[in-house]
């Protein structure tokens, strides 16, 4: 049976919103009276008191809680810098002065959240509220999309729904930020007083029950194949998560009869660090087994549940009036609230290992493109020349695909297979694409930052950033150099065979408008290319997690086929798919972005399309080469020569941003720290600009 209450009339007039006005101006100073926010509080009290059914009273609660979050009543109050919850409690200050001051009212107050708790059950509140469900990260993001975009219909007897709509926004979290011990145990004498316990009896009875839900979900979660198959073999009945679930519940009954000793807490918190060393090596074998998103949100889960459990037995085992642990709680059930509805909180914490161990691989190959030494600076000069030569042939091949009049699938499928094969040649041989480098040597970047400890680390990250820097350089010229004089040659043997031109006169005519910056979309596609760029190497670091996490090398090894082949000939294979699987994913991805890119902007209508340095400067080879001298002063080449430019700064700088902001995130470098970089960078830039162009004339420090 509900618990309502109705006002008698002596009540109901005391209570009006212009009689709790007086009440709350007879607690202030009279030069305080005028502040306009008094008159919505006085409206929220009453609308609290004389709500007569569940909805109302809820809905006028949320109205009074976000009156407190509304920050500072008074600006002409000094508070001191130190002091940083001074601001968000003024309003709670008020309010407790009133109820104190006015025991009718306080004891209004108190009756309408009696008829909320008796009303309502709180299990999910303790036990689900900011708990991800059990269905997996997809569904979960799902259910976290579909209620942002359609209403969700009202559930006022659950009591984990008030506490999800009263702190949606970050605003609503102010007074739970601010509240101190002392002031929170001054609202808890005056609206749960010990001499009233019923007040507090639905409470207790939802947090054991929250309690309970959150053993099984650990012992259901922690008990999971995916989670056994990585952790320590042992029996179930030995596992951490089922001894957790039996010392909770034995806990949680002592409790329930008021005979609490230290004695079970001890042994929960023992077989809590026993669940957390277990998630650990779990974690700790993902970073070299592959990372699963469904097992990192697994652990997510797990973690959630044990920091909630910790934090209620901590209410459980304080002395009885200590606000402490019941604040504390208070605390993380609303940032849990608050965080339940984001996505953005979700995809950060579940894809941030992933993330981390995509860059880790891209950092890895990204060691092999940057020249610490004259020597290494040497590779890169005579790999990036034979990238060039390799490409000569694959921007020949491109335009033969574009003028054979293919269907438009087609067409992007040839470009595609074009570029794929001819990247997959470039990794086969060593040789250096320019474009590649960014994505690589981002990651590696951010790598070193993260290893780096101390201030004198920045010095050698400058030194890096100056070899990422005249490394790349020395590729790019490399490879644009050689890919032009490869063109002239090629089309030079094409006359001699031929007795003509590679190119018509129009298909030149279309490379060089289609080129220039000015008179086309240049611009816009050699950025587009850039995110291009970045997204392969995304790909390519996926993939290669993925076959860890499979273990598709060990699987090759083992394979039947060995009976056939041979053993060994298998483990070779395996190992061969285990070094270049990245490199493979890249490749491919790239090859057929680039080719399907202008393919899907024609069919969706789209301005849509790719400018990559390397291959374009290529093209533009032929292209003058087919050209007649007249050509040469229309002002066309020198367009078309900006326009290679642009592609080389937009190539390169999207892609390497992109990575470095990847690898940014992923790590959780420190943004004062990223300050403090590009403030050394600059200076060395400005004082030593030749280190960003040539080698060191003596090896790095490493």
Not at 640 to 666: C, E, I, P, Q, Y
Request: proline share 4%.
């Amino acid at each position: 049976m509900s618990n309502t209450f109705t006002l008698d009339a002596a009540l109901a007039e005391a209570f009006t919103r212009d009689a709790l006005l007086t009440s709350i101006h007879s607690v202030l100073p009279e030069q305080r009276q005028g502040q306009r926010d008094l008159p919505r509080l006085a409206a929220r009290l009453a609308a609290l008191v004389a709500a007569a059914d569940l909805p109302d009273r809820l809905d006028a609660w949320r109205a009074l809680t976000a009156w407190l979050a509304g920050g500072a009543l008074w600006s002409d109050v000094y508070i001191d810098s130190a002091d940083v919850h001074g601001s968000a409690t003024q309003r709670f200050a008020v309010l407790m002065d009133v109820l104190a001051a006015h025991p009718d009212l306080a004891a209004a107050v108190r009756r309408a959240i009696r008829c909320i708790l008796d009303e309502t059950d709180g299990a999910n509140l303790f036990g689900e509220v900011g708990i991800p469900s059990d269905r997996g990260f997809l569904s979960e993001f799902g259910d976290r999309l579909t209620a942002k975009l359609i209403p969700s219909p009202r559930d006022d007897h659950d009591l984990s729904h008030l506490m999800s709509r009263s702190f949606r926004r970050n605003k609503d979290l102010t007074l739970i930020r601010g509240l101190q011990p002392s002031t929170f145990q001054r609202a808890v004498d005056l609206l749960f007083p010990a001499d009233d316990p019923g007040m507090s009896t639905a409470l207790k009875g939802a947090m054991a029950d929250g309690f309970r839900l959150l053993l099984a979900r650990v012992q259901g979660q922690g008990l999971s194949l995916k989670l056994r198959a990585r952790g320590e073999h042992r029996p179930v009945a030995r596992s951490p998560f089922r001894r957790l679930a039996d010392s909770g519940e034995n806990l949680l009954c002592a409790w329930e009869q008021g005979r609490v000793s230290m004695q079970l807490v001890e042994a929960w918190q023992l077989d809590l660090a026993a669940c957390r060393d277990e998630m650990h090596l779990i974690s700790t074998r993902l970073e070299s087994e592959g990372i699963s998103v469904d097992i990192v949100y697994g652990l997510d889960v797990l973690d959630r549940c044990l920091t909630r459990m910790e934090t209620i037995v901590g209410v459980m085992a304080a002395d009885p009036g200590s606000p402490g642990p019941v604040l504390l709680l208070l605390q993380q059930l609303a940032y849990a609230a608050h965080e339940s509805a984001s996505l953005r909180h979700l995809v950060r914490a579940n894809l941030q290992r992933l993330q981390r161990r995509i860059v880790d691989r891209a950092g890895k190959t990204g060691e092999h493109y940057i020249a610490e030494n004259n020597e290494d600076y040497r590779h890169i000069w005579t790999a990036a020349a034979g990238g060039g030569l390799l490409t000569v042939g694959t921007a020949a091949m491109k335009m033969t695909v574009a003028g054979a009049g293919l269907a438009l699938f087609l067409e992007g499928l040839g470009s595609g297979i074009n570029y794929a094969v001819s990247f997959l040649l470039l990794q086969a041989l060593g040789l250096i694409l320019a474009t590649k480098q960014p994505a690589m040597t981002a990651a590696a970047f951010a790598a070193i930052i993260r290893d780096r400890k101390g201030n004198e680390r920045l010095d050698v990250i400058v030194d890096y950033a100056a070899c990422i820097c005249h490394s790349q350089l020395a590729a790019t010229i490399a490879n644009v150099v050689v890919v032009a004089c490869g063109a002239y040659a090629f089309d030079a043997a094409w006359r001699l065979a031929t007795g003509h031109a590679f190119l018509t006169t129009d298909e030149a005519r279309y490379v060089f408008h289609s080129l220039s910056p000015v008179d086309s979309g240049t611009v816009f596609y050699a950025a587009l290319t850039g995110v291009i760029l970045y997204l392969a190497a995304l790909v390519g670091g996926w993939v290669d997690n993925w076959a860890v996490y499979h273990r598709l090398p060990q699987a090759i090894a083992e394979h039947r086929l060995g009976n056939r082949f041979g053993r060994l000939r298998m483990m070779r294979l395996a190992g061969i798919v285990s070094r270049n699987m990245s490199g493979w994913a890249t490749n491919i991805s790239l090859g057929l972005m680039l080719g399907m890119t202008p393919v899907l902007g024609k069919f969706f209508g789209l301005p849509l399309d790719v400018r990559h340095v390397t291959l374009n400067s290529g093209i533009l080879s032929l292209a003058t080469s087919s050209l007649e001298m007249k050509w040469v002063g229309t002002g066309l080449l020198t367009l078309a020569v900006a326009g290679v430019g642009v592609m080389f700064v937009l190539n390169l700088g999207v892609s390497f941003a992109l990575s470095l902001m990847t690898a940014v995130r992923a790590y959780d470098l420190p943004k004062s720290d990223l300050r403090e970089l590009r403030r050394r960078l600059w200076h060395r830039l400005r004082t030593r600009p030749r280190d960003f162009l040539l080698p060191p004339k003596r090896p790095a420090a490493s």
